[in-house]
């Protein structure tokens, strides 16, 4: 394992996929009861994806944890996708984590709904609930949630939004074998928005295999803007980027 400092962003570097999946899991556990010992209960934000997968399964089977002291969020979803669509990130996440452990809450993005509704309600939940610990990924394009560089706002005044999917998103939702072909893949979701992301105390990062590696190797070493919406974990206290061998192969220091 390697670790360095990239300006705030601290970057963990595993052998394998396997050990980069625990040690992240291990650290989340560590935070959320770190964080109950001076709270009655916190709010936390799951990414879906493939990439999660490792992440969520500890998680899902460390019985330390007291989920019912956790009000379960999640960052993303398609607009207009059925909600029983296994390309869902809600019906992800329930399949994953969501009803295996028993949440205090748990607030999903309904996806049939009103879009600009849709992102008025959720973001009044995120405004009544601030959040403490956000896991998330980092997308093929450098995107965080559904913030694709061409939507992305670092000064966002909007806590979640509704936007357009650019076709390296979209495309990644290809890859990432959740749909056949790109004209399948939705063309619209809604995102918490970069700085609904940024609020939370803890940011824990989590993004594995050698698709990501250019993505990851701009997150560290690109500018701080929009063009890598990511690269915005570097100037937030608490955020730690976990990858594995391949999709760090081009950030060893």
Not at 20 to 34: P, Q, T
Not at 50 to 66: C, F, G, H, R
Not at 141 to 160: C, E, K, M, R, T
Request: aromatic share 8%.
């Amino acid at each position: 394992m390697q670790n360095f400092k990239k300006d705030k962003l601290l970057v963990k570097i595993y052998d394998t996929r396997a050990e980069m999946g625990a040690a992240a899991g291990k650290e989340i556990s560590d935070c959320i009861k770190k964080l109950l010992k001076e709270k009655s209960e916190i709010n936390m934000i799951f990414a879906a994806a493939p990439s999660q997968n490792e992440v969520l399964d500890y998680l899902a089977n460390d019985k330390t944890i007291p989920f019912e002291k956790i009000n379960a969020f999640h960052m993303d979803e398609y607009v207009g996708i059925d909600k029983t669509a296994p390309q869902g990130f809600a019906m992800f996440l329930k399949n994953a984590l969501f009803d295996k452990v028993p949440f205090k809450t748990v607030n999903t993005l309904d996806s049939t709904a009103n879009p600009e509704e849709e992102a008025k309600r959720y973001s009044k939940l995120l405004s009544d609930n601030p959040v403490d610990i956000v896991c998330m990924g980092i997308g093929e394009n450098g995107h965080i949630a559904f913030n694709d560089p061409h939507v992305a706002d670092f000064n966002d005044a909007n806590l979640v939004k509704k936007v357009d999917l650019d076709d390296i998103c979209r495309m990644q939702q290809v890859h990432d074998g959740c749909f056949d072909i790109l004209d399948d893949v939705p063309k619209y979701a809604l995102t918490l928005t970069v700085p609904a992301l940024a609020a939370g105390k803890y940011q824990f990062c989590v993004v594995p295999a050698s698709t990501k590696a250019n993505a990851v190797k701009n997150t560290v070493y690109g500018e701080i803007n929009e063009n890598c919406p990511a690269t915005i974990l570097r100037t937030l206290d608490n955020a730690i980027l976990f990858c594995d061998n391949d999709s760090g192969a081009l950030i060893k220091e």
